[in-house]
């Protein structure tokens, strides 16, 4: 179970890496004026969403299943930390409805807004590492 647990963890950090990164990238986009410097933000969310971020949300779920099984938890625990895991899955499908709003020049939301949805992933990361690792209730 350990190999699994490490992939696991592994993807977690994938996912994360997304997570932090296209909100980010919505900012500077949700701010840029320039046609040829939006194809080149439209590419980069593209690539970063379908190839890294999805893969990396569907594997880290796919081993925390099995790794939930596997090991028969319960819990309170688990269960906040599945409910935090759908928000979770919530702001990765919103993350690609504005990726597909970028791509067809149909964003109407400025960068303040991405700054504050940005803030979401760190708030849940913090909450289910400490659930996770502590295990408080
Ligand atoms: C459906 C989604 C998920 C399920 C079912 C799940 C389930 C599990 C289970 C059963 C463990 C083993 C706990 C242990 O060995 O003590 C585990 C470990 C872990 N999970 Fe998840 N998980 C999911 C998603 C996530 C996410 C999104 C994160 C990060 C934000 C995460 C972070 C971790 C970490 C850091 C560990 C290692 C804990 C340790 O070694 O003590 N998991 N997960």
């Given at each position: 179970m350990l190999w699994i647990k490490s992939l696991h963890v592994i993807f977690m950090v994938t996912w994360f890496?997304?997570?932090?990164?296209l909100p980010r990238l919505f900012?500077?986009?949700a701010?840029?004026?320039?046609?040829?410097?939006?194809?080149?933000?439209k590419i980069m969310e593209r690539k970063l969403f379908?190839?890294?971020t999805t893969p990396g949300g569907v594997l880290t779920v796919v081993f925390g299943i099995w790794l939930w099984l596997g090991y028969g938890f319960t819990g309170t625990w688990l269960h906040i930390k599945l409910a935090l895991v759908a928000v979770l899955i919530v702001f990765h499908v919103m993350c690609g409805?504005?990726?597909?709003e970028f791509r067809?020049?149909?964003?109407?939301r400025?960068?303040?807004?991405y700054r504050w949805f940005n803030e979401v992933p760190t708030?849940?990361?913090?909450a289910v590492i400490i659930l996770a690792i502590v295990k408080p209730v």
């Open positions: 890496a997304g997570l932090f990164y900012v500077y986009h701010m840029n004026t320039d046609t040829a410097t939006s194809a080149t933000f379908y190839g890294i409805k504005y990726v597909r067809d020049d149909r964003n109407t400025d960068h303040v807004y708030v849940i990361l913090i």
